[in-house]
């Protein structure tokens, strides 16, 4: 093979593909070692990043919930005191939302939408670096705390008065206040990240009827997270100046209102539940049709449906505030439009019993989990439709029967998806297969599992069981059904164990993956297992929804990207037609200077006020320095 | 309506235990609206159960089904658009009879009895105050954690909130209602048979939440009278030598700057009033039977039993102790 020496402004059109492949590697690759590590910008490395430590908070909030079952396994337990479980239960619940779920479907984002809509790398690397580092700050600062015995008590949503200055005594409020700050930095920025890399990064031919519907689900979440981060972190903010500074936002004794929180967390609040779902709802959308066989049924409902879902889950924070005594109009309003986002839900179910009926599904680990899925949450989405209802809702509101109705939203709803799709991606992004027989054994002690620990909660529910309660007395009637909850959740745990055991045991001993073995019709399938540092050594040119399936052997590439330097391909919002060579940052360590430098701000503004100024110092110096002009041109068009 | 509620008895899967400390669920309703609500819920549950259990046939039957690839076809497309747009449509109107329904029952809610008995309750970090109030009188008296209504009449709650939110919840007798400072909240119920109803704090209120029970006694209309009037009148007498040491301990030592009891020099107002405290059937919201024994233990060492609450030990010799805990006892 003839080597041609590189001048600027060469093309990948101008050399044979064995050289374009070599410089493209020289060009995206990431220096090995330490160095590399923390200076990388591949979004590939950064998501694969992202998700091994959602995984890891995932672990930590489940021996959380062992804790809490053998402490709720009979009246009266005595594993854990009053103040432990306290921080036990808020702990489990922040970390499993603002450190798993959110993070963990972001993070699948961050490492597949590049590939399926067929770019090089996601949009503002580097924001996406700093936004893991940012993660990572927010994770070590809850759990550091807890570790010291300084974890938040006040539940995962910190209702004032009991957070505020009056109650809530110590640093532990504040440290759950500025954990929330940290993970919604990252979220936001992520959140970024995606609508542009959808919007102007697709490949030439993506239009927007071509997207697929797991790149559509991650748009609308990233859509939601922009939209509804920003209330949170005005609750967590006023809530931190009442207790820092002496603001007086919650306090009714000088003018403010407790309840003003709960509209401000709530209307995040809900808002997140179809963060964590929708993602969910486009593995579920990326399995079907692959494991059916045949397209999916209903790409444009599917699509309305999501974007519908969406702009819904805007409309009903108020159902999670009905016995705090609003006027009863306004309530059944919010019956109404609760009610109402079960169409959007019911239409995407339809649709995928469509898929398979009308497809010749094969029965293997990601479909399994997607049957799963289907049987556990539409009984979560049907609870979800019985607290909708005002007077039913008086009734279960608190109590144990929600307890078990949003974990079959979450774990039936989200989880199950989330296990199917690392089943289905993971020899995408290791190389390697997964163990069919350790997944079925995995699927069955998670499905059994999971039903037996939380449909007795519904039960108990409804006898009165509240939630959040450390203990019980002997003579309420609870006995039986929590002993029974608490051994179903060992049989839950032992599942997840297999899942993870196979996880770690298929990195190395899995088999070799081909570049497509599940023969699947989008483009992340198109390029090798794991995907090169480049991705796709040509940007593959789009002509169908299913790419795959309609040009099985070749696709069309477009070529003429520069070689010497990193560059993606911008194209138009709707038609994806190319307008221009983007220049793609360089890998840096200033994003993760920046990222230290922020937490340190962070942090010691729970101590001090202060820490906002002086603190800002170090931000500015490192946002200057990875901000400084390299003096390249930036577009060409 | 018992009959009724024993045919529905095996559906519900009852498992309540009316023993000691009284009913606490919502599956066992003793008045209005909540067994207005077990209907709703009932039937909006079993609604619920057929739409699942068609989604998981159909689920079933699609893995299940073996056979050879077809060509696609444009009539196969449209019967199945026909029938997800018919699903469609059984969704909307199942979703809108829900709505319905259940503004219907939330109206149901809000009854406004003017002969209602007022009472008012307020929530503390871990008890509940419970004032009774004569609107003829205007007499009012205090007790707590514990509220007794006649049966048949309807009650009106004052709910309100001393320091964080908590939630009324006797879920026999009425759906939850939150208790909210700065704000005051209303809930209407009716008993409609005597017994001992048991509610418990229902919004996650600091360390000892699990540990802020409530019974409501609802008695037939003299029984109720009756003890009206004992709770009206001011604390019995100390009657022996023993129990008038425990009334000048009471007044003597720190009980009193927190306690009320009626009659006597204690007139503290943070903790509850114990002027009938003997009367009650627990102390410290429920967490024990009220016994001379309970009494004394409580008083000995409150922090160990329900670590966090706002009663100090306060130092007693032995037989202070025995006097403090036989004179409680004995207010009936």
Same mark, same amino acid.
């Given at each position: 093979v003839?080597?041609?020496?590189?001048?600027?402004?060469?093309?990948? +059109?101008d050399? @044979?593909? !064995?050289?374009?492949?070599?410089e493209?590697?020289?060009?995206w690759?990431?220096?090995?070692?330490?160095?590399?590590?923390?200076t990388?910008?591949?979004?590939?490395?950064?998501?694969?990043?992202?998700?091994?430590?959602?995984? #890891?908070f995932?672990v930590?909030?489940?021996?959380? @919930?062992?804790a809490?079952?053998?402490?709720l396994?009979?009246p009266?337990?005595?594993?854990?005191?009053a103040?432990?479980?306290?921080?036990?239960?808020?702990m489990?619940?922040?970390?499993?939302?603002?450190?798993?779920?959110v993070?963990?479907?972001e993070?699948?984002?961050?490492?597949?939408?590049?590939?399926?809509?067929? +770019?090089?790398?996601i949009?503002?690397?580097?924001?996406?670096?700093? *936004?893991y580092?940012i993660?990572l700050?927010?994770?070590?600062?809850?759990?550091?705390?807890?570790a010291?015995?300084?974890?938040?008590?006040?539940?995962?949503f910190?209702?004032?008065?009991?957070s505020?200055?009056?109650?809530?005594?110590?640093?532990?409020a504040?440290i759950? =206040?500025?954990?929330?700050?940290?993970?919604?930095?990252s979220?936001?920025?992520?959140?970024v990240?995606?609508?542009?890399?959808v919007?102007?990064?697709?490949? $030439?031919?993506?239009t927007?009827?071509?997207?697929?519907l797991f790149v559509?689900s991650?748009?609308?979440?990233?859509f939601?997270v922009?939209? =509804?981060?920003?209330?949170?972190?005005?609750? *967590?903010?006023?809530l931190?100046l009442?207790?820092?500074?002496?603001?007086h936002?919650?306090?009714p004794a000088?003018?403010?209102?407790?309840?003003?929180?709960?509209?401000?967390?709530w209307f995040f609040?809900?808002? !997140?539940?179809y963060i964590?779902?929708?993602?969910?709802?486009?593995?579920?959308?990326a399995?079907?049709?692959t494991?059916?066989r045949?397209e999916?049924?209903?790409?444009l409902?599917?699509?309305?449906?999501?974007i519908a879902?969406g702009?819904?889950s805007?409309g009903?924070?108020?159902?999670h505030?009905?016995?705090?005594?609003?006027?009863?109009?306004?309530? @059944?309003?919010?019956?109404?439009?609760?009610?109402a986002?079960?169409? $959007?839900?019911?239409?995407?179910?339809?649709?995928?019993l469509?898929?398979?009926w009308?497809?010749?599904?094969?029965?293997?680990?990601?479909?399994?989990?997607v049957?799963?899925?289907?049987f556990?949450?539409v009984?979560?989405?049907l609870?979800?439709?019985?607290?909708?209802?005002?007077p039913?809702?008086?009734?279960?509101h608190?109590?144990y029967?929600v307890v078990?109705?949003?974990?079959y939203v979450?774990?039936g709803?989200?989880?199950?998806?989330?296990?199917?799709?690392?089943y289905?991606?993971?020899p995408?992004?290791t190389g390697?297969?997964? &163990?069919e027989?350790?997944?079925?054994v995995a699927?069955?002690?998670?499905?059994?599992?999971?039903n037996l620990t939380?449909?007795?909660?519904?039960?108990?529910g409804?006898?009165g069981? %509240?939630?959040?309660?450390?203990?019980?007395?002997?003579?309420m009637?609870?006995?039986?059904?929590?002993?029974?909850?608490s051994l179903?959740?060992l049989v839950?745990?032992?599942?997840?164990?297999?899942?993870?055991?196979?996880a770690?045991?298929?990195?190395r001993?899995?088999?070799?993956?081909p570049?497509?073995p599940?023969?699947a =019709?989008?483009?992340?399938?198109?390029?090798?297992s794991?995907p090169?540092?480049?991705?796709? %050594?040509?940007?593959?040119?789009v002509?169908?929804?299913?790419?795959?399936?309609? &040009?099985?052997? +070749?696709?069309p #590439?477009?070529?003429?990207?520069?070689?010497?330097?990193?560059?993606?391909?911008i194209?138009s919002?709707?038609?994806?037609?190319?307008q221009?060579?983007?220049?793609?940052?360089?890998?840096?360590i200033?994003p993760?200077?920046?990222?230290?430098?922020?937490s340190?701000?962070l942090?010691? &503004?729970?101590?001090? %006020?202060? @820490?906002? #100024?002086?603190g800002s110092?170090?931000?500015?110096?490192t946002?200057i320095?990875?901000f400084w002009?390299k003096g390249?041109?930036e577009?060409?068009? | 309506?018992?009959?009724?509620?024993?045919?529905?008895a095996?559906?519900?899967?009852a498992?309540?235990?009316?023993?000691?400390?009284?009913?606490?669920?919502?599956?066992d309703?003793?008045?209005?609206?909540a067994?207005?609500?077990?209907?709703?819920?009932?039937?909006?549950?079993?609604?619920?159960?057929i739409?699942w259990?068609g989604?998981?046939a159909?689920?079933?039957r699609?893995?299940?089904?073996?056979?050879?690839?077809?060509?696609?076809?444009?009539?196969r497309e449209?019967?199945?658009?026909?029938?997800?747009?018919?699903?469609?449509v059984?969704?909307v109107a199942i979703?809108?009879a829900?709505t319905?329904?259940?503004f219907?029952?939330t109206?149901?809610?809000?009854?406004?009895?003017?002969?209602?008995?007022?009472?008012?309750?307020?929530?503390?970090?871990?008890w509940w105050?419970?004032?009774y109030?004569d609107?003829?009188?205007?007499?009012?008296?205090?007790?707590?954690?514990e509220?007794?209504?006649?049966?048949?009449r309807?009650?009106r709650?004052q709910?309100?909130a001393?320091?964080?939110i908590?939630?009324?919840?006797?879920?026999?007798?009425?759906?939850?209602q939150d208790?909210?400072?700065?704000?005051d909240n209303?809930?209407?119920f009716?008993?409609?048979?005597?017994?001992?109803y048991?509610?418990?704090c229902?919004?996650?209120?600091?360390?000892?939440?699990?540990?802020m029970?409530?019974?409501?006694?609802?008695?037939p209309?003299?029984a109720?009278?009756?003890?009206l009037?004992?709770?009206?009148?001011?604390?019995?007498?100390?009657?022996s030598?023993?129990l008038?040491?425990?009334?000048?301990?009471?007044v003597?030592?720190?009980?009193?700057?927190c306690?009320t009891?009626?009659?006597?020099?204690?007139?503290?107002m943070?903790?509850p009033?114990?002027?009938?405290?003997?009367?009650?059937r627990t102390?410290?919201?429920?967490?024990?039977?009220?016994?001379?024994?309970?009494l004394?233990?409580?008083?000995?060492d409150?922090?160990?039993?329900?670590p966090?609450?706002?009663?100090?030990?306060?130092p007693?010799e032995?037989?202070?102790?025995?006097?403090?805990s036989a004179?409680?006892?004995?207010?009936?």
């Open positions: 003839s080597e041609i020496p590189i001048r600027s402004d060469m093309r990948d +059109t050399v @044979a593909p !064995e050289q374009l492949a070599r493209l590697t020289k060009i690759s990431t220096p090995p070692g330490l160095w590399g590590a923390l990388t910008v591949d979004h590939k490395i950064i998501g694969r990043r992202y998700i091994v430590t959602a995984f #890891v995932l930590l909030g489940g021996i959380l @919930a062992l809490m079952r053998a402490q396994a009979g009266e337990g005595r594993w854990i005191g103040d432990r479980y306290n921080q036990v239960f808020t489990h619940g922040s970390n499993m939302m603002f450190l798993f779920a993070p963990v479907m993070a699948m984002a961050v490492y597949l939408v590049p590939l399926m809509v067929g +770019t090089r790398n949009a503002f690397p580097r924001l996406n670096a700093f *936004s580092w993660y700050g927010g994770g070590l600062l809850l759990w550091g705390a807890f010291l015995d300084m974890g938040p008590d006040v539940g995962w910190a209702y004032v008065p009991l505020g200055p009056q109650y809530g005594s110590g640093k532990r504040d759950w =206040a500025q954990m929330i700050t940290f993970t919604e930095v979220a936001l920025a992520v959140a990240e995606i609508i542009v890399t919007f102007k990064q697709r490949a $030439p031919g993506m927007l009827a071509r997207i697929p559509w991650m748009l609308v979440m990233a939601l922009v939209l =509804a981060m920003p209330a949170i972190m005005v609750a *967590s903010t006023t931190i009442d207790r820092l500074v002496g603001t936002f919650y306090n000088e003018g403010g209102d407790v309840l003003l929180y709960q509209h401000l967390f609040g809900h808002p !997140e539940v964590i779902f929708l993602p969910a709802v486009g593995m579920v959308s399995i079907v049709p494991f059916a045949r999916i049924f209903g790409y409902p599917i699509v309305l449906a999501l879902t702009i819904l805007f009903l924070w108020v159902h505030m009905f016995v705090t005594g609003l006027p009863r109009l306004g309530e @059944a309003f919010f019956t109404a439009s609760s009610m986002i079960a169409i $959007p839900a019911g239409l995407q179910i339809f649709c995928w469509a898929t398979l009308d497809g010749r599904p094969v029965l293997k680990v990601p479909l399994l989990f049957a799963g899925f289907i556990t949450f009984i979560g989405g609870t979800g439709v019985m607290v909708a209802s005002v039913f809702d008086t009734q279960v608190d109590t029967f078990a109705h949003f974990h979450l774990i709803g989200a989880v199950f998806p989330l296990i199917g799709a690392v289905f991606w993971y995408k992004i390697r297969m997964m &163990s027989r350790l997944g079925q699927f069955w002690l998670i499905f059994v599992g999971f939380f449909f007795p909660m519904h039960i108990l409804f006898q069981m %509240p939630r959040r309660i450390y203990t019980y007395q002997p003579e009637p609870w006995g039986g059904l929590n002993l029974v909850v179903s959740a839950l745990a032992l599942g997840f164990l297999m899942f993870l055991v196979d770690l045991r298929s990195l001993g899995g088999a070799v993956a570049d497509n599940w023969n =019709a989008t483009l992340e399938w198109a390029t090798t794991p090169p540092v480049y991705n796709f %050594p040509r940007i593959p040119v002509t169908s929804a299913s790419p795959l399936w309609d &040009s099985p052997d +070749t696709l #590439v477009a070529a003429g990207l520069r070689i010497d330097r990193r560059e993606a391909l194209t919002l709707r038609e994806a037609d190319p221009a060579r983007e220049s793609m940052p360089q890998n840096s200033w993760f200077l920046a990222a230290i430098a922020t340190i701000m942090v010691w &503004s729970i101590f001090s %006020p202060w @820490a906002v #100024v002086w110092i170090p931000v500015a110096v946002l320095g990875w002009p390249i041109p577009d060409e068009a | 309506m018992r009959a009724r509620l024993h045919r529905l095996p559906f519900t899967l498992l309540t235990c009316t023993a000691c400390s009284g009913s606490q669920s919502a599956l309703p003793a008045g209005l609206p067994l207005t609500l077990l209907h709703l819920m009932l039937g909006i549950m079993l609604t619920c159960a739409v259990a989604v998981v159909v689920l079933a699609a893995l299940s089904r073996r056979r050879a690839p077809r060509p696609h076809s444009v009539s449209r019967r199945m658009t026909i029938v997800i747009s018919a699903a469609l059984a969704t979703l809108s829900f319905a329904a259940s219907i029952a109206r149901a809610l809000d009854g406004a009895d003017t002969d209602a008995l007022l009472i008012r309750v307020r929530g503390f970090q871990w105050e419970v004032n109030f609107p003829k009188t205007g007499e009012t008296f205090a007790t707590a954690n509220i007794h209504v006649p049966v048949g309807a009650v709650l709910l309100a001393a320091d964080v908590h939630s009324f919840w006797v879920p026999s007798l009425a759906g939850k208790l909210i400072p700065g704000r209303e809930l209407t009716v008993a409609q048979r005597a017994g001992v048991r509610g418990q229902a919004e996650f209120c600091g360390l000892q939440h699990a540990r029970a409530l019974a409501v006694v609802a008695l209309a003299e109720f009278a009756q003890w009037e004992t709770q009206r009148a001011d604390a019995v007498a100390p009657s030598e023993e008038r040491r425990g009334h000048d301990v009471f003597a030592k720190a009980c009193g700057a306690h009891i009626r009659g006597t020099q204690a007139a503290g943070t903790g009033d114990l002027t009938h405290v003997g009367g009650r102390i410290a919201a429920g967490v024990f039977e009220t016994t001379r024994g309970s004394a233990a409580w008083i000995a409150p922090q160990t039993i329900k966090g609450n706002n009663m100090p030990m306060v007693l032995p037989d202070e102790l025995r006097a403090v004179y409680m006892a004995s207010l009936k």
